[in-house]
């Protein structure tokens, strides 16, 4: 089982490699001691019985130029560590599966692959499988066949804004209106319009606002795990107009004296 046995470990231009003619999860036990003691497997996993070539080495060093990425799509890049994958023979595609441990190495929930599409960026490979387990989680990217550039690390993807469940409008000088967000969390950051009051509610899903007499937007994000934050939401609250007494002037009753307002 994972994390009991040994480890491949490679240097330079070195690595694992297995050779494959059927349809199967071949794992690739690499790890190194150079540096800080790590050991972080990758299994390759292939839907045909044909011939391939996979080669796998765990990079134990710190992940160049992890801050040279497309803000809007990556929030962060495991800076501790990255795997070089190669595909010297065959073009069948595989699932690249990698495995880490989320206290020492942090959470992540996708993978990106160095200079493809965009050159000297770390480039999004899209949506990721993400598995929960002892002793090591996992991120798993389906089918890939894109082996271009052979090195790929772990990435935190930019949350998605939340979504805001606004009211339409609302009456001046209300208290405790009630305005609440879908989204993955934990926190929560709401603001509202000057002259009007959070009373509570700030860092969760839901809050509450004392209103002015004035319209205003009323926006919120969240922060996730590795201090991910999301794009905003907002809506615009209207006030609801001033309710206008009205009165029927026409006498009504037996002696014609009632009014109606």
Not at 55 to 79: G, M
Not at 94 to 116: H, K, L, S
Not at 185 to 214: E, R
């Amino acid at each position: 089982s994972i994390g009991t046995e040994g480890f491949a470990s490679s240097l330079g231009e070195g690595s694992l490699s297995r050779e494959t003619a059927l349809a199967g999860t071949y794992f690739f036990p690499t790890g190194s001691s150079e540096g800080t003691l790590r050991y972080r497997p990758v299994t390759l996993t292939t839907a045909a019985a044909t011939a391939n070539t996979y080669n796998a080495r765990l990079v134990n060093f710190p992940t160049p130029d992890s801050t040279s990425i497309d803000s809007t799509v990556i929030c962060k890049v495991n800076p501790y560590f990255f795997h070089k994958l190669k595909h010297p023979v065959g073009t069948t595609a595989v699932d690249i599966d990698i495995f880490y441990d989320q206290i020492t190495d942090g959470p992540w929930d996708a993978q990106a692959q160095w200079n493809v599409p965009t050159a000297s960026y770390w480039n999004s490979m899209g949506t990721a499988t993400n598995t929960n387990a002892t002793p090591y989680n996992d991120v798993m990217k389906l089918s890939w066949s894109n082996f271009t550039n052979d090195s790929i690390v772990l990435i935190r993807h930019v949350p998605s804004a939340p979504a805001l469940t606004c009211l339409d409008s609302i009456c001046p000088w209300t208290k405790a209106n009630l305005f609440t967000a879908a989204g993955a969390g934990p926190n929560f950051i709401w603001s509202s319009p000057p002259g009007t009051t959070i009373i509570s509610g700030q860092g969760s899903s839901s809050a509450t606002i004392d209103w002015n007499d004035t319209s205003g937007v009323v926006k919120i994000y969240q922060i996730i795990f590795n201090g991910c934050v999301s794009p905003y939401d907002s809506c615009t609250v209207n006030l609801a107009p001033f309710p206008i007494a009205g009165f029927d002037t026409l006498s009504k009753g037996r002696f014609r004296n009632d009014y109606f307002f």
